[in-house]
């Protein structure tokens, strides 16, 4: 909020409006939201092991981490809706502000770059209509505010270098015009980029080579 | 000819490994069924402890060592699995856990049940959500066989364990910055001591072991400490699964005995740099251990090697720069990734990984001077032994072992950036002599 | 406890000893050595080592370690001055610089600034940053009381864990992570909580900064002046900023055996009341209907006047802000020099519900249970709750009563593990922390202790039935006897089931007993000077005299025909019945700060000091005499109010010798005999509990002489309706209505009012009730309300709350309207007409 607004909220405040734990009454929380979060606090020995659960089940629920959503987890657990932002904010995952649902998380980190991170990320850009920019420091909606891109730190997938999770699938190598055949399947609801996914891929030594003799001898029940 | 040694790749793209039967009929969870039946707590820690087995998540610490810090005695205590991997150029747990997820559980319950942990968790990224997937099936086969829950295989042996998905922080993966993430809070690392072996997770003893790790004590329950030994160095026994990237032909993950030349590894078994370039630097431990250049390729990949060069094994990674690359780009990269890791919570870490982003940026951008090249060095002085968790020491260390080594292309990247940057004021159109008070 | 042992170790190459354990940075200074710290804050908790500032070299170990958490052992060896030391300090100024902003010309911190101090001691001298620093909005208002600048904030964690771990609010988080982190609420709403005024003084930099003192002084401009605030019965001690000779801020004084350091923000903000253009600086006298100034011989000579021909007919009340010379010369003039028995400072508890509206009822048992509860040994100190393994509070919510203690328990819970029961009517911001819960019908206390009492197995006490059995059986089974501090608060009933309770707990024996929050500030100090209606001085025996509802009630049919009214608002403190009866009196002397319904009736009115303005003492609940300083000089023509009554009581007749603050405080030592030789110098800077001095041997006892085998009385116990069981639970009210309660809310206070600062925190008038009562009445969180009952009719907000007990509904006292009259009633609630 601006300045103004903000001087004009901090001066109407009345105690009332303290950000206390909400109370289940006050807050409409969905049946299927709730049932998540208590699932998640039972499951640990202590109650808060389950805020980063919760805020999951809000994002996945909203979209993103909506304040009204978050203010709903906190009655259900039982803490005050600025703990649960705390968290959310801390973490690279949890959005905060309202994004496109498609998500595409392009890695920018060492091993992709040197294999053309920078250009596969200003493609899926230019493809989804999203400002590089911004995406690369912190992450752009596209104008339709379908998909989501941001540059993001190391994923994992070197292996596959440059690469990218795009709805929280792994997919790599990836060239400029896979990113544009990604978007337009993430568009059109087809299966993305069914090549390029990487639970499909082999080991990188390739096929299973004879087993050293001293793993062939415990198999063979020698040795111990 | 270099070649892989397979231990816990063995079998790795057997169809349907992930599941139960498969992994069954592979000789699995015959190692948990040994515990059970044969093994006392005490015992397994002896052998864990003998078989030199150090910890594969980056600190290298003895496993067994560590796992007999538990206190023992009637108390609620903790496992946790760290599969947070993070760590830049690092991706051998992720191919361990999808393809092989029964080989951790098995290591998981093996290691609670000596540790005497009643619960263990499994702290695995947010972003590897497939591969949590997959462990989430494999933990409910487990439990529907018996091997996880209450009386496992009908001793008084209970192993609860829960997946529990991060949401995106590589601080997550430090040990005490896990327990503060997975008991609710902000992903902040805590002062040791206390350690976590006494005071961890809700306050009670915690073992915290990578996922590598863990899916090493099977093999070793299986075979004992002499066998485990027979891998390796005397100060690396062992095998390890190391992860090469970055400008080599074929990046991926490769099982090998440690000791092994790290040239055949990367040249051999990853190909080299594409098109016949040459190595001009490289990462032996992930993006947090100090660069080693063509010099000391020849060096053997083991721990006490490259610490005794200076570096570390870390966590195992390979990340190999080539001729192509522009080393001053290259430690920006670096110092930008610690900068958005930073927790935030101590100063030198939040601050100078703020300082020498921006410091570095300005080399490149040619709004830098030489000088700007010796504070950048003298920064990474101040974060080293000063900081809260090593996050600061990561950062610290590469980008201040690259400044060193290849000093000369930063001071030309200086240079070349000048040529490109904002003409400064023609000085002789300049007024330039000093103004007296009190003169209009 | 044990005392620790004691340790020796060598810092910088000289010996120094401290006790095992102690944190390096704290045994340093043993040493005259100091490390420089800004994340450290020992009453926050444990230490974070987030800062790094006060990196040191211990021998033995390659890295520098913080000394902040390292705790000394014996034979340790420190360096605080090798090379590598320096250099890390300075590296960590220079970081902390990086980002900083050089607002030091227009920041309100500066020359009382940790980074300023730090900075030029242990910093290089200059920074190599030429880099564009990180910026956010500022400064914006974090609350309408704190001001808030990001870009100053290094980042200590201070505000943040004492909003979790001290407050235990939770409002103010960290957001974002790395460089970005900032401190801020849920949405960046304002905070808004009673104890977040401390979050000014923790901060070590200019980030948060007071609203109300912004711009106001420099520090080199400024006095200190130590003094207690005496806003509420937590009595902290307090340190005046004053400039010109105007009180400009209040800070902590850090008593810990008082507050912790740690003060409410009524008292840190209600200064502004003392300068408040709504004061009255002069004395008044009524003529023709008005009141005009009048000099102070005309205003004395007129009220001396006119009590003279009241004589025993008059009544004294005094309020709970007065001193104890104050209280103790008001009753002196009621007893000595007007023969009157009727003074009273206690606005509830006394005599039980049925003996009120006149009747005189046996005084001399009360007097009796008094004495018992004020026995020394049954007494608990606020030191004792730290030792505490459980803790019961009963009938009260601290942070409405007495703020301070709230905090208190939240930190002997938290850090110690004690643990706590709560039993109250009305819920308690103590419940989330509490092992048990117990809510019992509103004004039902007595009851509820009787349960109790009996649960616990005192002599003449029974076991209840149903649902009041089971809350009292799980209460008890938190309670360790002989290690339990029971805090209790003023409630309707007599106290005997309280004392069967406290003495079935072993409340006698040492670090265990009892913690009352009077009503008024100085609650207990009245009573022991002998402002009540049943016992004098000392708790001496006296001719009874008519409590506050008697007096109401002899204001109406003419029984007393003058009242002198002290530093009290009769509407607000006492409810309406007593106000409006005023209007009755023939003649009445008002003294007080403000006009109020006091002065609205009064013949003469003397302008009363601010607590900041006097000289005298005060009584903290637990004992501790504590002594109030002026720190600025009286405005207009105000002036001592112990001199004042000491010149009306020569006037009536009875000179009492007093020329001074200290002789006043040495006549009232003649007279309590458990005060005996008290003076202002032994009571010094930081008070002394009487209970510790060796004339606390002469505390009546029991006139038996057997101290503590009082007995029960539960016929005594309030009963609810005509011919129910006292132990059953009350019988529930009817489909319409809800059963009334009411709870004194902290900010339904003068303070409020006339300070600026915090005027938006004066509460409307609102009904808390349950989901399930909301539902049945079809009312709605919001709706405007009507809540009416035997002819008294309050209108309110309605507020849904989870934690009110089915059947019962809460109305705050103190605002000035009915809510006092309805308590206890049945009342019915509608929803109200739009008002117009």
Redesign the interface.
Known sequence: MTAGERRRLVGSMRPEDAERVPELHEVDVPDDLRERIQSAMSKYPQLRSAAIPALWAVQRHYGWCTPEGMRQAAAVMGVTPAYLESIATFYDLFRTTPVGHRQVLVCHNISCWMRGADDLLRAFCEAAGADPHAADHGGATSEDGEIFVKGFECLGGCDVAPMASIDERYYGPLSPDDARAAVEQLRSGAEVLPDRALGKRQAAGGPEPEPDPRVAATEAGGSG | MA?????L??????PGLASIETYRRL?GYRSLERTLKELEPDELLTTLEESGLRGRGGAGFSMGKKASFLPRGDM?KFLCCNAD???????K???LM??NPHQLIEGIAIAAIAAGAG?AFIFI??????MGDVLDRAVEEAYGAGYLGEGILGSACRVEV?V???????ICGEETALLD???????NPR?KPPFPAIQGL?GGPTLINNVETLSNVP?IV???AD?FK??GTEQSPGTKVV?????VE??????VELGIPSRELIYE??GGPPGGREVKAW?PGG?SAPVLTAAELDLPYSFEAMADAGSMLGSG?I?V?DES?SIPQ?AL??AR?Y??????????C??????TV??LE?VISGEATPMDLD?VA?VQD??I????CVLGDSMAMPVGSMVKKFRDEFEAAIEAGKASAPRPLDESAADTRPVALGVS | MAAREDVTLVVDGVEVTAPEGMMLVDAAKHGDVEIPVFCYEPKLGQPVGACRMCLVEVEGIPKLQTACSTPVRDGMVVYTQTDQVKEAQNAVVEFLLVNHPLDCPVCDKGGECPLQDISMGWGPGRSRMIDPKRHFQKPIPLSPLIKIDRERCILCYRCVRFSQEVAEDEQLQLLERSASSYVGTFDDRPYIAPFHGNIIELCPVGALTSDAYRFRARPWDIEDSGTVCTLCPSQCNIKLTVRNERAERVLARDNSAVDDGWLCDKGRFGYQMIASPDRITEPLVRSGGELHPASWEEALEAAAAGLRAAGARTAGIVGGQSSNEEGYLVQRILRRALGSPHVESRATGGLPASQRAGGQGDGGALRQDLIALSLPELGASVRDLDGAESILVLGTDPIHSMPILDLRIRKVVRRNGARLAVATDHPSALDGGAEETARYEPGFAGGFLAALAGELGADGYERADGELGADAERIAGVLKPGSTVIVCGDFEGPPSSLLACARALRAEEDGAGLIEAPDGANGRGLREVGCLPVAGTGLSSVDQGLDASGIGGGLADGGIEAALLLNVDPVRDFGAALGDSLGNAEFVVAASMFENSSTRHADVVLPAEAYAEKEGTVTHPDGRLQRLRQGIPHPGRVRPMWEVLAELSALLGDETGIDSAPEALAAIADEVPFYAGITPEEIGGLGVRWQDREAASRFPRDETGAAGTHGARPQDVPTRGVGTSSLTSPAAPDDAGLLLGTYRDLWAAEATEKSRALRFLLPRQTLELAPADAERLEVEGGDEVEVRSNGSVVRARAAVRERIRPGSGFLIEGLGDAARALRGELADVVKAEASE
């Not at chain 2, 790749?9 to 057997?14: P, Y």
């Not at chain 2, 991997?85 to 991706?91: K, N, Q, W």
């Not at chain 2, 990224?125 to 497939?130: D, H, N, S, V």
């Not at chain 2, 074929?250 to 099982?255: A, I, L, T, V």
């Open positions: 070649s892989e040694t397979r231990v790749f063995r079998h790795v793209d057997e000789g609620d991997e993070s760590e830049p150029g690092t991706f747990d992720r191919e999808q393809k619960w990224r947010g972003e590897y959500a497939e829960v529990h998905r991060g949401a995106g922080a590589y993430s997975l008991e609710g809070k902000r992903g002062l809700y093999h299986a075979n004992g066998w027979g891998f992860s090469v990237s970055g400008c074929r990046p991926g993950n490769y099982e078994l990853a990462f993006s990674a990340i720069a690359v290259l990269r670096t990734f900068h958005h890791e930073s927790c935030g919570k101590c100063t030198p939040r601050e100078g990984t703020n300082w921006k410091m300005r504070i003298s101040n974060i032994g000063n900081c809260l």
